[in-house]
């Protein structure tokens, strides 16, 4: 079973710190790599993906993806309390089909 | 620009029942469409997922079967529900392999 693994939380942050959420996965081929953000009670929006190693940065967000240790992460800079949702770290499944989630960290940014 | 439908947003069913959820992506063709469940408290479990009309891959055993009759149309059926069933299902396209994926509204789906 290919795994996803990531922090429950919830990781409080003041408003206008850095949030850092972690992600790792076990199957060493995986290609492709996103975060997603959900709010309570919606579905997943994708936030960001990244395919090679380093870092993607969009706006106030940076993926960084290291393959060799199996591990992605998102920064949020300048975190909003509309910042405050459920962040989902997804890997392609084996198939190439699909994406395996982890369970998502539970984010609160405090005013 | 591409969307993607799902209905309805909320379900409540006896169990029992039967089960009929339907996605419909537009603005692209040929996607990849799947059904994810995201059950209270637990992370999303991909339960089918379709690469072409009526070509269905279910990753999960159990009283769920899904359909593809059109190219943008991906249905979730159940002949007798569970309370197990309740969650909150989830319909999602992509272009490709491993490439993003887009989700639905989402369906609540609570069997009492």
């Known amino acids: 079973q290919k795994e996803v693994e990531q922090n429950s939380g919830p990781l409080s942050v003041p408003e206008g710190a850095i949030a850092s959420l972690n992600c790792t996965y076990s199957d060493r081929v995986s290609q492709s790599f996103f975060w997603y953000r959900q709010y309570s009670g919606k579905s997943p929006e994708l936030i960001m993906s990244i395919y090679s190693n380093g870092d993607k940065e969009d706006g106030r967000f940076t993926a960084q993806l290291n393959k060799a240790s199996q591990y992605v992460s998102l920064l949020i800079r300048d975190s909003q309390p509309s910042d405050s949702a459920t962040y989902l770290c997804?890997?392609?499944?084996?198939?190439?089909?699909?994406?395996?989630f982890g369970k998502g960290t539970s984010l609160l940014v405090t005013p | 620009s591409q969307t993607i439908h799902q209905w309805p947003a909320t379900l409540v069913q006896p169990v029992g029942s039967p089960l009929s959820l339907e996605c419909t992506v537009e603005g692209t063709s040929n996607p990849n469409l799947y059904w994810y469940r995201q059950a209270a408290g637990r992370g999303l479990q991909l339960l089918f997922y379709?690469?072409?009309?009526?070509?269905i891959s279910s990753e999960v055993p159990q009283n769920l079967s899904a359909s593809r009759p059109q190219d943008r149309q991906f249905i979730l059926s159940s002949k007798k529900l569970l309370l197990s069933d309740s969650g909150f299902y989830l319909c999602?396209?992509?272009?490709?392999?491993?490439?993003?994926?887009?989700f639905g509204q989402g369906t609540r789906l609570t069997v009492v």
């Open positions: 999602a396209w992509d272009r490709a392999m491993n490439t993003e994926a887009f």
């Open positions: 997804a890997v392609n499944g084996n198939s190439g089909y699909a994406l395996n």
């Open positions: 379709s690469i072409g009309i009526d070509q």
